[in-house]
């Protein structure tokens, strides 16, 4: 039996998940006095360390939570779960940790590297732990703008330490006591693997006192991304579809590829790092009213313990009955039936097109009101850009480009042009206007898709792609074009995009999985 402490803020199904498929029960803290039952605890938080450590304060959580770690029964901390036991955090200035670990939690400096970190990574071994009994070096998927970093005073917590810019504490563990920076229901099979040496080990104590290998750098992998375009068929069936420059039909009909719960089971067997799952007809339907993508979710992340993302459709609403949900609602909901990240389409781009004009941040957009909630880890953008030719950059008051590929009446520039609607509508901003202020405003990533790229098998575009990334400092997803292995490579290798996702390809079976990361082995490009 294992006890899980929830404080409802974000995704803690997969956690829920993980620990049933590998055969344990879950009891969920419901008050103070479940904690001072528990035998083994699990801490997955969510959210800011401040948001964490005020909801622990006012639910009565803190005393009972350090009396479990003191009497050093079994705990096991994920993510924020670390980082609240340390002593401070700069996300929260002035607000006290739980002080278990000594040591204050920073920002990743600003440099080379993206900020979050938010990827697969290694880890190197400082204790002979049972948890990582059966662990062969994998890599573990990571998410975080804050770190702790060792000192002399947590020396004996030291578990495990990860590179990323810098090296930075992973792992903490004494006696029975662990917590990871990383998450291990994200992880896949290591993950669960470790999951399961905490469930099934009596005690944790630390075997011998050092581990012998030599440690080495860990370096982040770039990430492969499976993308399911989901929508009804005129039959009303849920299909994932495909488009070839975002048109779905075929002499008429939806194209079908597959069921959305299928596919991406089938994509995390086959060493997906990540699955997107995109409700293309979201702008039009309303994802509450009867919730097929919210099933979808909750049956995927039965069986998948990757990141999910999904989009499409976040955005507030008045239904027919006059209810009115905000954007956060609507990704409230997804969080809760398994999402890690959402990802908003439309909506960002008239958020920052009123953000242009009035120059102000207003507080109510869907990219604040979740960031601010759910972190900006959690807030994707996507963006779906056209290329749009001029002769010279002065016809258009857009940031241009001079491209390698002529426009059709031999145009020598281009910008892109932000659509909503799935495409069906060009707005008058750009992908560089879009993606800075979608980050200035609180988003942690951007999925970079190009309709003039989508369904052609051509390469992505990296004219496009380099843009973008020069201009932000998140994460930045490379979308459309896929058409080989060697296109991964190509993206990776001639742009700074951390991860590249691609459907056509995958749901046809042209190119599995496998064979992309072998491409990129063998042309050296770190990948899990
Ligand atoms: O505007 O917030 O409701 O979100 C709608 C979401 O649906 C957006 O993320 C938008 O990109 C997506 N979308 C809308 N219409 C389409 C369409 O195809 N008709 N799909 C669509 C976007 C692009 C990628 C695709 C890659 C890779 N699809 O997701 O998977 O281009 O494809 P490839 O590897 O086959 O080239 P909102």
């Not at 994920?78 to 929260?92: M, P, R």
């Not at 089971?265 to 293309?280: M, Q, S």
Request: proline share 4%; charged share 25%; hydrophobic share 35%.
């Amino acid at each position: 039996m294992i006890t899980l402490l929830d404080y409802g803020a974000g995704n803690v199904r997969s956690v829920r998940n993980a620990i049933k498929k590998l055969g344990a029960e879950v009891q969920d803290v419901t008050c103070a006095a479940d904690i001072i039952k528990a035998e083994k605890l699990v801490f997955p938080g969510v959210g800011s360390f401040g948001h964490a450590m005020e909801r622990l304060q006012r639910l009565g959580y803190i005393e009972p939570l350090l009396a479990h770690i003191h009497a050093d029964k079994p705990f096991l901390g994920i993510c924020l779960g670390l980082q609240t036991l340390f002593d401070s955090s700069d996300e929260s200035l002035g607000v006290k940790g739980l002080g278990v670990v000594p040591g204050n939690v920073g920002r990743f400096p600003e440099g080379e590297l993206s900020v979050p970190q938010i990827g697969w990574n290694g880890v190197n071994l400082h204790q002979d732990s049972p948890l990582f009994r059966g662990h062969t070096d994998e890599k573990l998927y990571f998410v975080h703008s804050f770190r702790a970093t060792a000192n002399k005073a947590n020396k004996e917590w030291l578990l495990t330490t990860t590179n990323y810019g810098e090296e930075f504490i992973s792992g903490v563990q004494r006696g029975n006591v662990c917590a990871f920076q990383f998450h291990p229901e994200k992880s896949g099979k290591a993950g669960l693997n470790l999951f399961a040496n905490f469930l099934e080990n009596q005690s944790l104590t630390v075997i011998g006192k050092a581990v012998t290998k030599t440690s080495v750098e860990t370096a982040i992998a770039r990430r492969i991304v499976a993308c399911l375009d989901v929508r009804a068929n005129d039959n009303g069936d849920l299909v994932v579809t495909k488009g070839d420059q975002y048109d779905v039909r075929e002499e008429g009909e939806v194209r079908n590829l597959g069921k959305p719960v299928e596919l991406a089971k089938r994509y995390y067997e086959e060493g997906a790092d990540e699955i997107t799952f995109l409700n293309i007809t979201g702008f039009r339907d309303f994802p509450m009213e009867d919730q097929p993508m919210i099933e979808v979710l909750r049956r995927t992340s039965e069986n998948v313990f990757v990141p999910l993302c999904i989009g499409g459709g976040i955005r507030e609403f008045t239904d027919a009955n006059g209810k009115e949900y905000t954007a956060l609602d609507v990704a409230t909901e997804y969080f809760r039936s398994g999402a890690d990240k959402i990802s908003i389409g439309s909506d960002a781009v008239y958020t920052v097109e009123e953000f242009l004009e009035t120059g102000q941040k207003s507080g109510k957009s869907s990219i604040e009101q979740i960031s601010k909630v759910y972190g900006a880890q959690a807030v994707v953008i996507s963006v779906d850009p056209r290329r749009v030719y001029v002769n010279s950059p002065d016809e258009t008051s857009h940031t241009t480009i001079k491209t390698v590929t002529p426009g059709p009446n031999g145009e020598e520039y281009c910008w892109y042009q932000c659509t909503v609607r799935g495409g069906r509508e060009g707005r008058d901003i750009d992908a560089v206007q879009l993606a800075s202020c979608s980050q200035g405003l609180g988003a942690g990533e951007i999925l970079l898709n190009c309709i003039d790229k989508d369904g052609t098998n051509s390469g992505f575009d990296l004219e496009l792609i380099n843009l973008v990334k020069s201009h932000v400092s998140i994460p930045v997803i490379a979308s459309s074009g896929a058409g080989c292995p060697g296109d991964f490579s190509e993206v990776f290798k001639g742009t700074k995009a951390e991860a590249a996702l691609a459907a056509g390809i995958f749901h046809r079976r042209e190119v599995p999985i496998a064979k992309v990361k072998e491409q990129m082995r063998l042309d050296k490009i770190e990948t899990r």
